[in-house]
Nanobody
């Protein structure tokens, strides 16, 4: 089994920064693309950005230039550095990982349980 846990959320003022982490543990052989999503109150979950196993990144237009995704393969961890935060960035942030497990020998998708980011003055 694989567990995925986000951390680093909290309360921040507009213009501030936060760094989210998402770590996977368990029967992991390798991890492919890692992604970040968010869900604001009353809205559907939306894609924020992703990073491939080759470190290629893509971002939603709403966060491009402000958010940066990176990964540490040795730690099975993906990061989301968020700068110049706006109130509209308030949401629960989730990570998604494509994990090749030692037990199933296939890639499966795993989601974290989310971490809340609140941007307010």
């Amino acid at each position: 089994q694989v567990q995925v846990v986000e951390s680093g959320g909290g309360l921040v003022q507009p213009g501030g920064s936060l760094r989210l982490s998402c770590a996977a543990s368990g029967s992991i052989f390798s991890i492919g693309t890692m992604g970040w999503y968010r869900q604001a109150p009353g809205k559907v979950r939306e894609w924020v950005g992703s990073i491939t196993s080759g470190d290629s990144t893509n971002y939603a237009d709403s966060v491009k230039g402000r958010f940066t995704i990176s990964r540490d393969n040795a730690k099975n961890t993906v990061y989301l550095q968020m700068n110049s935060l706006k109130p509209e960035d308030t949401a629960v942030y989730y990570c998604k990982m494509n994990v090749f497990t030692r037990t199933t020998q296939v890639f499966d998708v795993y989601w974290g349980t989310g971490t809340l980011v609140t941007v307010t003055s």
